[in-house]
């Protein structure tokens, strides 16, 4: 069945870069996004790729994808504490179909 | 402001004692959605509506009830709460057929978190 995995924690230091990365079973996934959910709020779109590029860039952020590995990265620059959250994968396959959501990974901000 | 309400946010109960969630939302969006996070479980979708008086099973809906009688609202009720409900809950919406190109973007709720004693 349809299946997207993540690691639970990462720990990054303050200004290094932070690299979340999440692994899904359906080859015929189409769209693939990144949810950000903040302490106490609900989760928000941080970004999404379609399964037709390799690479998204927008400011600090980078998605990459290996669709033949099936592995989805997000990339932040220069990691800053208000980076700290929960960051969830997701996929779909189109417009009118269910989002499967990984288990999220807690990012969390050393000084 | 284009939003997701849901109330209430914080809520403790004792076993069988029915309680509902609200869930509204004033983006006159078609589809809507519950979902509970659990600790290293991620997200699970409990009900979703794709219109009004149109409801489905997710992947947990054992436990649950869902109504959709007006497009803004989608309550999530449980008739007889037990402990292992306790969770922290999601409602969510989305505008039909995703956006310009296509991709399924949720609006989600701030969350209510529900304790069963």
């Known amino acids: 069945g349809e299946d997207v995995e993540q690691s639970l924690f990462l720990s990054v230091r303050e200004g290094d870069s932070s690299v979340i990365n999440c692994t899904y079973t359906?080859?015929?996934?189409?769209?693939l996004y990144w949810y950000k959910q903040e302490p106490g709020a609900g989760l928000q779109l941080l970004t999404y790729?379609?399964?037709?590029?390799d690479m998204k860039q927008d400011q600090r952020l980078t998605v990459l994808l290996n669709k033949k590995d099936k592995h989805l990265s997000l990339r932040i620059a220069d990691t800053q504490t208000g980076d700290s959250a929960i960051y969830f994968c997701a996929e779909s396959k189109s417009s009118a179909s269910k989002i499967i959501f990984g288990s999220g990974t807690r990012l969390s901000i050393r000084p | 402001e284009a939003q997701v309400t849901q109330n209430p946010r914080y809520l403790i109960t004792v076993t069988g004692k029915k309680l509902t969630v609200t869930c509204s939302q004033n983006?006159?969006?078609?589809?809507m959605s519950w979902y509970r996070q659990d600790p290293g479980l991620g997200l699970r979708q409990i009900y979703y509506?794709?219109?009004?008086?149109?409801?489905d099973k997710g992947d947990v809906p054992e436990g649950y009830k869902v109504s959709r009688k007006e497009k803004r609202n989608f309550p999530l009720i449980l008739e007889s709460p037990s402990p292992n409900q306790t969770s922290l809950y999601f409602c969510a919406s989305k505008r039909p057929g995703g956006t310009a190109n296509g991709a399924n973007v949720l609006t989600f709720g701030a969350g209510s978190r529900l304790t069963v004693l």
């Open positions: 359906d080859s015929s996934s189409t769209y």
């Open positions: 983006m006159n969006h078609e589809y």
């Open positions: 790729i379609f399964s037709n590029m």
């Open positions: 509506s794709m219109n009004v008086e149109v409801t």
